[in-house]
């Protein structure tokens, strides 16, 4: 219903799936008034036993907001609500930062892979755009001199200038753009050059192959991390946002966030004007 009156967007409804079906699967013979705090940390407790700390932060949340909109629809007493009662499950980040030195040894390394790769990693980091945006990026979201951005994750709506440059390259967003066009007709900015068994030419290149063709460029680099996991195609994103820093652009505006502190929150004006990033610098 919420879907229905878009005040849930496709992609939030999607990550809501597997917490809610862990949670007929544990309490689907229960009434809602019956479920207790230990029904739910039984829950997450099984979901960290497969390491997945992260999932377990989100199926307790998911859950909180099962039992709020259990409250206003009247199926349990309000402040009923045992997922609040519930630990916050703890998450450790262990993957590494992303230097520009390593940027630049894992970019030579994926000349050897697909051609689409290069033009995906310059994107990263001249946008600071996270990887579903990227792989959705077309051309015809280019007018008035600017790239638009319609955030899938928070309905941010960016325009960012063709001339917004990253010193530490030494090139623009239209040097990236221009990079992207090629022979292949397509209406992507990244897009298969070549048919494969999975993709014809000029098709849509998808999140989970930009990411593996990037892991793979990662491990023939050379490359070694000691601690923690390495680098994922996410970690573009915060080297984009510490060298567009130093430079002085507003960083805020470029990555779509409401606050530089609490990434997790975002810009209330969804839906509504494109907010241009100011690409000067001081």
């Not at 697909?114 to 600071?128: D, F, K, N, V, W």
Request: glycine share 6%; with cysteine; charged share 30%.
């Amino acid at each position: 219903e919420r879907l229905k009156h878009r005040e849930l967007r496709p992609n939030s409804y999607r990550q809501k799936a597997k917490p809610v079906r862990l949670f007929r699967e544990h309490c689907g013979m229960q009434y809602l008034k019956d479920i207790s705090a230990l029904d739910i940390s039984e829950i997450t407790d099984a979901v960290k036993a497969e390491g997945h700390n992260r999932m377990a932060q989100v199926v307790r949340m998911v859950l909180i907001d099962v039992f709020k909109e259990a409250q206003h629809n009247g199926h349990v007493p309000p402040g009923y609500n045992p997922a609040l009662a519930t630990k916050q499950p703890r998450n450790r980040v262990t993957r590494q930062r992303l230097s520009l030195e390593e940027w630049k040894t894992i970019y030579e390394a994926a000349e050897k892979q697909e051609p689409y790769l290069q033009c995906g990693m310059l994107l990263a980091i001249i946008t600071g755009q996270r990887l579903g945006d990227i792989c959705n990026m077309k051309f015809k979201d280019i007018w008035d001199d600017m790239l638009h951005v319609e955030q899938e994750k928070t309905g941010s709506r960016l325009a960012i200038p063709l001339d917004l440059k990253c010193e530490a390259l030494g090139l623009t967003l239209r040097d990236v753009v221009s990079k992207c066009r090629d022979a292949v007709i397509s209406k992507y900015l990244v897009h298969f050059r070549h048919t494969t068994s999975q993709a014809n030419r000029g098709d849509q290149v998808s999140t989970s192959s930009l990411t593996s063709t990037f892991k793979k460029a990662r491990d023939r680099s050379g490359l070694k991390w000691d601690k923690g996991s390495p680098p994922t195609f996410h970690e573009q994103r915060s080297l984009s946002e510490r060298l567009y820093r130093e430079q002085g652009v507003d960083t805020q505006k470029l990555l779509g966030h409401k606050s530089r502190k609490m990434t997790d929150k975002y810009n209330d004006d969804r839906g509504k004007d494109w907010v241009i990033v100011n690409t000067k610098t001081g």
